[in-house]
């Protein structure tokens, strides 16, 4: 069972080696490349200020995150939901990955090595050399609705890029979004073709014809084993 868990954050800014801090986690389990419908979601008090030019981008001001639990009270829950097996799937990883396992070990969380990563953003690029591969543009590409993502936000980035993700292995399976028992009912429908056949149709010689045929065999074919 391959077990995956594409998620993504919020911030309140580039780097945490300069104090910036993680706001927002959010989160979808795959089991085998679909979707279980479990997810996780969690804002976070920064316990710092927020810049007006990054609350611009994802709305969370501190004035709201302030009520919200620190990211040592929200670390263990993260930690359970990815659990032991989960791999870890981000789009451009090194920035979400630098913010989880700064604020990790700086709390005394065991960090998360990167062969549990995978970024979706280096794969677009190879599958896409030269174009816009920003999370937008590849929901354009794929047909992706993305129109109620108005301001980045954890949850709904972490849901588009489960979408995305498996676009880039090739496409969903059909009955990815069935539920157990709606799969159950799926059925290989049997093609049958089915052809009409044309009556028989038939030539009748007249008498002149017959003898004149008789006639050409008689003195064409001497030997012919038909007529002995």
Known sequence: MLRE?????ETT???PEEGDKLVEIGAVELINHIP??????????PDRDVPEEVVKVHGLTREFLKDFPKMSEVAPSFIDFVG???ILVAHNASFDMNFINHEFKHLGFKTYSWDRVI???EIARNKFPGARNNLDA???RFNIDNSKRTKHGALLDAELLAEVYLELLGGAEPTMS????E??????????????ARPARTFPLSEEDQKAHEEFLASKLKEAIWLK
């Open 13 to 15: 800014g580039l780097n």
């Open 178 to 181: 069935l539920s157990s028992e």
């Open 138 to 140: 590849l929901c354009r």
């Open 183 to 196: 799969k159950k009912e799926v059925k290989k429908i049997e093609v049958v073709h089915t052809t009409t």
């Open 119 to 121: 970024d979706t953003l």
């Open 84 to 86: 032991d097996d989960g």
């Open 36 to 45: 279980t419908g479990k997810t996780y979601h969690q804002y976070i008090n």
């Open 5 to 9: 868990i594409v998620f993504d954050t």
